[in-house]
Each structure stands twice: as C-alpha cells, then as structure tokens.
C-alpha cells in the first residue's frame, strides 16, 4: 500500500466514526446552499449517499436551481426528488405547491393550509402570500389577522436588516412565480377600515411606491401593498 492509500483510508475511517447526526447536520448546511455540491458529497461514498437521503436534509435543500413551473415534463428522478421534499416539509417546496394550488388549480383550502404550513416555519414569500389572501377574506378578523401577519413579517426582515432584504423583495418573488403560471384566481379586494382622513402618505417623505415607512397607519399601508401585489394578477 502506497501513502496515498493509506491516507485515503484513513480519512474514510475518520469520515466513519463522525456520529451520523454531526454529518446529516453537515449535509443539511451544504444542501441549503447547493444542490450540486449536495449531489457530489451523494457521489463520495455510500455512507454519505445514505445520509443525504435523510429528510433533515431534504427539508433544508435548495431549490433554486430547480423552476418553479417547469416548461417539460419532469422525469422519474425530478419527480421523486419534489416528493421527497414535500414528504420532509421543505418550506420552499410547500411554498411553490401551495401558490400553484391556490392561484393555478383554485384549490383554495388546499393551497392555503401549504402556504400556512411554509409560513410556519419562517417562509418570508408564504408569510407574504398569505398575508395578501387573508387581506380579501371576507371576514372582518381574518383581514386584521393578515395585517398582523404583515407587520411581524416586516418586523422580521427589519431585524435582519444586514441582509437588505424587504418587503417588496417579498412581493417581486411571488409575482415572479405567479407570472410563470396561468392565474385563475383573482383576489378581490375587501375593506380594510382604512382611516377615514384618508392620510395615505406624510407629505414630505419619499413617494417610491415600495417605501411603506410613509403611511400613517397600517390599513393604508398595506391596503397599498396588495394593489401593487394584485397588479400581477390581474395582469396575468
């Protein structure tokens, strides 16, 4: 045996006695950055290969190579892939079913329990989404509970403010998903009891439509954010 072999096996020895959690953990981290580099850690060894089947790890894998809406059907492989990540609560895979179920195939109950399920587990564009579709409900609490999950959803990103990231990032990635399918449902828009003085905006401040820092109230705020959501909608 050469010292190249014998440094090969040492390493795969090493690689075998990291506790198996330590290295799905690992998997986990490398998945939600790359799927390719996932792929190639799969094609090191079979005990790896086996590890990076585990769901831990197809909950955090990334989906950003893979479109939303494919132009062709999938294959086997692509198909089974999606199934995994739906199986293991991917919050990205939940997100692109529950909007393709709820504004594609109309099936609202379904699609709104996938995008409940996403937001649940810190999916800014579901926490958006659904915040959106709560605002039309036609019960007057559900509109206030939309408001709500609206303003703990920019709170959110206002605290993770290093990474630029803001609400109309939210809105400019489901419009981006919404505009590679066909649209069948419409949201209608309901009274959200904005102020009666009718403040819109404090004069002097900047009249970007994605600067929502200049309404004086939330109602007007965000009534302003769904027409410029819905734009995509009707639109489409």
């Avoid at 904005?194 to 309404?215: E, H, Q, T, V, Y």
Wanted: glycine share 4%; hydrophobic share 35%.
């Amino acid at each position: 045996m050469d010292c190249y072999d014998h440094q090969r096996d040492h390493h795969q020895c090493s690689l075998y006695t990291v506790c198996n959690d330590v290295l799905i953990e690992i998997l986990a981290r490398v998945a939600s950055s790359s799927l390719p580099d996932l792929c190639s850690f799969k094609c090191a060894n079979k005990l790896l290969h086996g590890l990076a089947d585990d769901s831990y790890v197809f909950k955090h894998v990334s989906m950003e190579q893979i479109r939303p809406i494919p132009w062709w059907p999938l294959s086997i492989d692509e198909l089974s892939f999606l199934r995994q990540c739906l199986e293991s609560q991917n919050p990205e895979a939940l997100y692109r079913l529950g909007m393709i179920e709820f504004f594609n195939k109309d099936h609202f109950e379904v699609g709104l329990a996938l995008l409940k399920r996403a937001a649940s587990f810190g999916h800014d564009e579901a926490t958006y989404a659904l915040g959106m579709i709560l605002l039309c409900d036609e019960d007057a609490e559900s509109r206030l509970q939309g408001i709500v999950v609206l303003d703990e959803l920019e709170e959110a990103l206002r605290q993770r403010y290093w990474c630029g990231y803001k609400i109309s990032d939210c809105r400019k990635k489901c419009q981006k998903i919404l505009r590679s399918m066909w649209v069948n449902c419409s949201l209608r828009p309901q009274e959200l009891h904005a102020c009666k003085n009718g403040c819109k905006r404090n004069s002097g401040r900047s009249w970007d439509p994605d600067d929502l820092n200049s309404f004086n109230c939330k109602s007007c705020k965000w009534d302003h954010e769904f027409k410029l959501f819905r734009s995509t909608l009707t639109n489409s």
